[in-house]
């Protein structure tokens, strides 16, 4: 069965710190993986996109890895602000691009 | 360009009612997604269409159905509502699988 796991279900951490998220998963074949930040309320945003070759990729402050052999992915964001408070969201889309498997998200707060 | 509008925003209907909600996908999107987030939780795919032809279909009954039509708009139509199916529905648009997917706000349904 597919499936996405992630870690953390919650974390608070102070303004400015670093955090990191880690996402496991069981889908395969998959094309790629993608983290969201979804705010309260509203649809996920996109943050990163990685196919099955790629290590690592950065979006300003966010950084999410890859390793493909033990099927784990992370995201790590440096200096936190307040702003960064929202659920993160890992997805795995199956190779034929008509699956998506979505992780139950990460909740973070960023408190002053 | 414009992103990925979804109508009612908020809908409360009752019970074995029938409920129907509709995606305007971004432009120059030919791929629609659906998705059912239950409070608290990550999304879960409900189908995909891929011009006008569902390709894709997550573990949803087959009360839970869907159009996409020739301006790759598209609609989610639930009958015999549960009140289980209280949820945020999310609608995705994307170019194909190896683009990134937009999101909508949502459409916040209330089963009582």
């Known amino acids: 069965k597919n499936q996405v796991e992630q870690s953390p279900q919650s974390l608070i951490i102070l303004e400015g710190k670093n955090c990191t998220l880690q996402?496991?998963?069981?889908?395969?074949?998959?094309?790629?993986l993608r983290w969201y930040k979804q705010d309260t309320g509203r649809g996920p945003v996109s943050l990163t996109i990685?196919?099955?070759?790629?290590n690592t990729k950065s979006n300003g402050r966010y950084t999410a890895t890859l390793d493909a052999d033990t099927k784990q992915s992370s995201l790590h964001i440096t200096a936190s602000q307040l702003s960064d408070s929202a659920s993160y969201i890992c997805v795995v889309i199956n190779n034929a691009g008509n699956m998506l498997t979505f992780g139950g998200g990460t909740r973070l707060m960023v408190k002053p | 360009e414009t992103g990925v509008t979804q109508s009612p925003t908020h809908l409360i209907k009752t019970r074995g009612q029938q409920v129907t909600l509709r995606c305007s996908s971004q432009?120059?999107?030919?791929?629609v997604s659906w998705y059912q987030q239950a409070l608290g939780q990550g999304p879960q795919f409900i189908f995909q269409?891929?011009?006008?032809?569902?390709?894709g279909r997550g573990n949803f009954p087959p009360r839970f159905s869907g159009l996409q039509f020739p301006n790759y708009s598209s609609e989610l139509n639930v009958n015999a509502l549960e009140l289980d199916d209280s949820a945020l529905y999310l609608c995705a648009s994307s170019q194909g699988q190896q683009h990134g997917y937009t999101f909508g706000s949502g459409t916040r349904l209330t089963v009582v």
């Open positions: 432009s120059g999107h030919n791929t």
């Open positions: 990685m196919t099955f070759s790629e």
């Open positions: 269409y891929y011009r006008e032809e569902e390709n």
């Open positions: 996402c496991n998963y069981t889908v395969s074949p998959f094309s790629n």
